[in-house]
């Protein structure tokens, strides 16, 4: 029904700045939340960042001030903007959509980034 594509992934320095790029199938307003995880090798997955259809955010507190979740609704693509990256941060990271009607979970396949020097 719904793909979700990823893309942007890839090598940075600590410090540096990537801008990852979620993609999807379907108009993106027509999806309640749209967000992004990640997930380092041992660890849980976790909640980066959220965008509500409606406009509202949310940013977990290890990447305040640092990320920030936006959209382009003629693209139906959301993006991660991340800056002053580190070594913490690497991971592979995902996109999520959810319907509530249904409760309906759509996820990307995920795109690694990797913040070494």
């Known amino acids: 029904q719904v793909q979700l594509v990823e893309s942007g992934g890839g090598l940075v320095q600590p410090g540096g700045s990537l801008r990852l790029s979620c993609a999807a199938s379907v108009n993106i307003l027509s999806i309640n939340v749209m967000g992004w995880y990640r997930q380092a090798p041992g660890k849980e997955r976790e909640l980066v960042a959220s965008l509500t259809s409606r406009g509202s955010t949310n940013v977990a507190d290890s990447v305040t001030g640092r990320f920030a979740i936006s959209r382009d609704n003629a693209k139906n693509t959301v993006y991660l903007q991340m800056n002053s990256l580190k070594p913490e941060d690497t991971a592979v990271y995902y996109c999520?959509?959810?319907?509530?009607?249904?409760?309906?979970?759509?996820w990307g396949k995920g795109t690694p980034v990797t913040v070494s020097s």
């Open positions: 999520k959509g959810t319907r509530y009607v249904g409760a309906m979970n759509y």
